[in-house]
């Protein structure tokens, strides 16, 4: 059996506005693309040490708000010319709710 | 004394001779140019780009009067050339001027044919080969509706599709079995048919025009076949002849055009001629590449310089239509007993073909997807072999075509702007030795990529090669596009966009969702275009704005309260305090701006704060008006003149909760002393006994410029009333995210002042920033307090436990 956490209704996030939910202390922003997408980042940037919540969403991407760092939504790699990864989190949809699948947190 | 060198035309060809000369002498001639129309040098093959919206009538100025100033040149315009005295070098013009020479250039140019047929002299038949023909043409658009272009080829297409984005309803009767057929086989021509016809182009092919019906204007066409058309408008657009009147009259040798050898001289002593009115070699041309190749040999000639001898041009052709790439160079008519490779994909609707001789390409025609064009045609130029290249891969993995990087690659001899013949070597020593860092720079120096514009990824790939990081965005708003503000702006407006997701795809933005730069922008410029119809798009505001608090570093906000005029009273303090206490606010401060800030306030904080201090939102955070910042004024002040407090007021009520490109800060001084600090005020008032003093486009950040004095009034209405013109202003002209300061610099004070002191258009102005207004000025607070919906989605966290399930 694996682990399963709800984190959020899907009708309590705004398209590509960021919803934070956070698990213990660990700090997650969810994202609803454009195309219907939810993904699941760690809100933390590891450039700039803020958060990444408040970022603009284009496509797969989120510029993040400090330094418009432009970060893959999918794999949470920063693109080039500059590097780092944030940690995404792969997420379980049931019946208009969100979950997060696995033990990654 | 220098040397008398004078052209007559002063066109394209022309000009860029007279540029060729500058570049290699400047000293050498006392330049004269003749023109015809009431225009300085512009780009006539930009014309159908100002027809379909896509630039206006100044865009397309590529040499404005002040260059002739700058380079001593005379220019004699709207007064052509009339006669031409060989045997004294005497050029006479129409109104009478003498000019004499000791080197006379022809560039004459052509004229556009006009079909020897009844009713070709009749009102609302045009040609379209000037600024006038084209604004004719607009004109026409705005009063009828019906229009037809006789002549399928390049310039016709595009007129067709420039009025049908005017609004006419366009059918293009054309002569020949398909459409360009010069330039295209009858594949590529049908493709281009059938896509045209998707976009609303109607076509009448095999089709000859006999007569003009209608009495003083057009109402119609008949053909040969007894059939008719109705219309309110006839665009002749089927080929050029040679200018070459005047120079028959003036004794030179002419036969389509005017006869020159490889080095561009005519058959009499110290006459030469270049551009459209030539014939070389018996080839007349009417593309610009052959004139900039002829202008370069004749410069040479001119100042002294071993010419290499012209030996005539290969032209290539492309649509300036959008959805209908192609690409055409070379031999593709007398194609018997030639090879052929082709490759047709009916899937995407994709075509090449290419005509071989001697294992050589002759010939090229490219639909669809045209970026290789280039690069054959480079190959055809050389004459290289294609034996061992690969003919056809279909169904590669995407990225493993030779695509337009192999730029890299090139020789430096090998042209990248066919339009204006500019090589690979002249842009890579303008980027080494200008240190030029973006495509709009290099277009400016070298003129790569400023006629159709094609070559621009690779003039970008080649700065990417040399610059690596170096390389800086053009004038574009951002990287997703090398639109800059104006021409984004002039395509919402022409276009009628009302969406960012519209603009991005209209406009073919790199990003189909737009970036952190242009989205916002983008919103900003939509709710100026279209007030009522443009519904303001939260995912693209910035962050602040979004949440309507200030972010701070780490991740909590600040809340600050509108007090208007920087006045407060006992209960509002109160209240604060209140609130401060309540919430646990880590830092409460007067802001600079003379108004009091919770800061380190909690996300899901926001909402209830708002609620309970039951204040409105300074818009400390925005793009906007701002606080108006004043000193306590006449009433308790000795030295106070106004009621700088009172005015200060009536000021943030009257123009609160409006976004400006950027933000606007305003402050009222009651005398000279100025303790607010007006002079560094986008919009600062200095009050005296018997009025007040308008200064604008102060700034105290990090460039500080001093405001100007703009004018000076007597009331307090007018100072609102300029106030609220000036605003109006900015926003219709001001880039997102450009100051005040820099934007009366880049509009000339002495341009906004005539402007703001006309009382007609501050009326406009006012009127229209009311309106702009009228839904959208409130307070945002508010909104959030009565929406719980909007609480919930943007201010609530979720927290959650982590608990753990074992297996």
Request: charged residues 25%.
């Amino acid at each position: 059996m694996t682990n399963k956490i709800f984190l959020t209704k899907i009708e309590t996030l705004l398209p590509q506005i960021g919803r934070s939910v956070s698990i213990g202390s660990k700090k997650l922003a969810l994202f609803q693309l454009s195309d219907g997408r939810i993904t699941a980042i760690e809100d933390f940037c590891p450039l700039t040490g803020g958060p990444v919540l408040e970022g603009t969403v284009s496509g797969e991407y989120l510029y993040e708000p400090l330094r418009d760092y432009k970060i893959s939504l999918i794999d949470g790699r920063i693109q080039e010319p500059d590097e780092g990864q944030l940690q995404v989190y792969e997420l379980l949809l049931e019946d208009g709710n969100i979950y997060l699948q696995g033990a990654a947190i | 004394m220098k040397e008398q060198l004078v052209l007559i035309g002063n066109g394209m060809a022309g000009v860029r001779l007279v540029e060729e000369i500058l570049e290699r002498d400047p000293e050498r001639y006392a330049i004269t140019i003749i023109g015809k129309e009431c225009y300085p040098n512009y780009n006539r093959i930009m014309l159908s780009n100002v027809l379909q919206n896509k630039m206006t009538v100044d865009e397309i100025i590529t040499n404005p009067y002040t260059w002739y100033e700058e380079n001593n040149i005379t220019l004699i315009n709207e007064d052509p050339a009339v006669g031409v005295d060989a045997a004294h070098k005497i050029v006479t013009s129409e109104k009478g001027l003498k000019v004499p020479y000791d080197k006379l250039v022809f560039a004459t140019g052509s004229h556009p044919f006009i079909l020897p047929i009844p009713g070709s002299q009749k009102d609302g038949v045009v040609a379209f080969r000037t600024i006038d023909d084209t604004a004719e043409m607009m004109e026409a658009a705005g009063k009828h509706k019906k229009a037809v272009v006789i002549g399928g080829g390049l310039l016709g297409l595009e007129a067709a599709k420039g009025l049908q984005l005017q609004g006419m309803d366009v059918t293009v009767v054309h002569l020949a079995k398909w459409l360009m057929e010069t330039q295209l086989d009858e594949r590529a021509g049908k493709m281009l048919q059938s896509d045209l016809e998707a976009q609303g182009l109607k076509f009448l092919l095999e089709h000859a025009t006999t007569e003009i019906l209608g009495d003083e204007r057009v109402t119609g066409l008949r053909f040969k076949d007894g059939s008719t058309i109705e219309t309110d408008l006839v665009v002749m657009s089927i080929g050029i002849r040679p200018a070459a009147e005047l120079a028959r009259e003036a004794g030179l040798e002419v036969n389509r055009g005017i006869v020159v050898n490889d080095f561009m001289e005519t058959n009499l002593p110290a006459i030469y001629a270049i551009g459209e009115c030539v014939e070389h070699d018996g080839k007349t041309y009417g593309l610009v590449a052959p004139l900039f190749e002829q202008g370069k040999v004749l410069a040479d000639v001119l100042t002294g310089i071993e010419a290499k001898p012209y030996q005539g041009s290969k032209t290539f052709t492309s649509l300036k239509v959008s959805g209908c790439d192609l690409y055409s160079a070379g031999n593709i008519m007398d194609t018997d007993g030639l090879q052929s490779i082709e490759a047709y994909d009916g899937v995407n609707g994709n075509y090449k073909k290419v005509f071989i001789k001697d294992n050589r390409i002759e010939g090229i025609v490219l639909y669809g997807e045209t970026s290789d064009g280039n690069r054959y045609y480079n190959m055809m130029k050389k004459g290289q072999e294609i034996a061992d290249l690969q003919s056809i891969a279909i169904l590669q993995a995407a990225g493993e075509e030779a695509g337009s990087d192999d730029v890299v690659a090139w020789d430096d001899e090998e042209t990248v702007c066919g339009c204006n013949g500019v090589t690979k070597g002249d842009i890579i020593r303008g980027i080494r030795e200008k240190g030029l860092t973006n495509v709009a720079e290099v277009g400016k120096v070298t003129k790569a990529g400023t006629s159709c514009g094609k070559c621009k990824p690779q003039v970008q790939t080649l700065l990417e090669h040399e610059l690596g990081e170096g390389v800086t965005a053009s004038t574009g708003i951002c990287s997703c596009t090398d639109l800059n503000r104006d021409q984004v702006m002039t395509q919402i407006y022409a276009k009628h966009l009302t969406t960012s997701a519209d603009v991005f795809k209209e406009l073919k933005f790199a990003n189909a969702e737009g970036c952190a730069k242009c989205r916002p922008a983008v919103n900003f410029y939509l709710n100026v275009a279209f007030p009522t119809e443009h519904k303001d798009e939260r995912q693209s505001r910035y962050v602040n704005e979004r949440m309507h608090a200030n972010i701070q570093k780490d991740g909590t906000f600040s809340v600050i309260p509108r007090m208007r005029g920087g006045q407060t009273n006992p209960q509002q303090l109160l209240q604060i305090a209140k609130v401060a206490e309540k919430y646990n606010v880590p830092l409460v401060k007067v802001t600079g701006s003379q108004r009091i800030g919770l800061y380190g306030v909690k996300k899901q904080d926001l909402p209830t704060i708002w609620k309970e201090l039951d204040m409105v939102s300074a818009q400390a955070y925005a793009k906007a008006f701002r606080s108006v910042k004043t000193c306590v004024g006449k009433n308790f002040c000795r030295f106070g003149t106004q009621d700088s407090m009172g005015l200060g007021i009536k000021l943030e009520e009257r123009f609160e909760f409006i976004d400006t490109p950027h933000k606007f800060k305003v402050g009222v001084s009651a005398c000279p002393r100025s303790c607010v600090e007006s002079g560094v005020k986008d919009f600062g008032i200095i009050c005296f006994e018997n009025g007040y003093q308008i200064y604008i486009g102060g700034n105290g950040g990090t460039e500080v410029k001093e405001a100007q004095l703009l004018t000076t009034v007597e009331t307090e209405e007018e100072v609102i009333e300029y106030c609220g013109a000036l605003l109006q202003y900015y926003r219709e002209t001001g880039i997102y995210a450009e100051r005040t300061a820099p934007w009366v610099e880049r509009l000339g004070f002495e341009a906004v002042k005539h402007i703001l002191s006309d009382a007609a258009k501050r009326k406009d102005l006012i009127e229209a920033l009311d309106v702009a207004t009228a839904v959208k000025r409130k307070d945002p607070w508010h909104e959030v307090v009565g929406d719980r919906d909007i609480q919930e989605k943007l201010y609530s966290i979720d927290r959650r436990e982590l608990v753990t399930v074992g297996d």
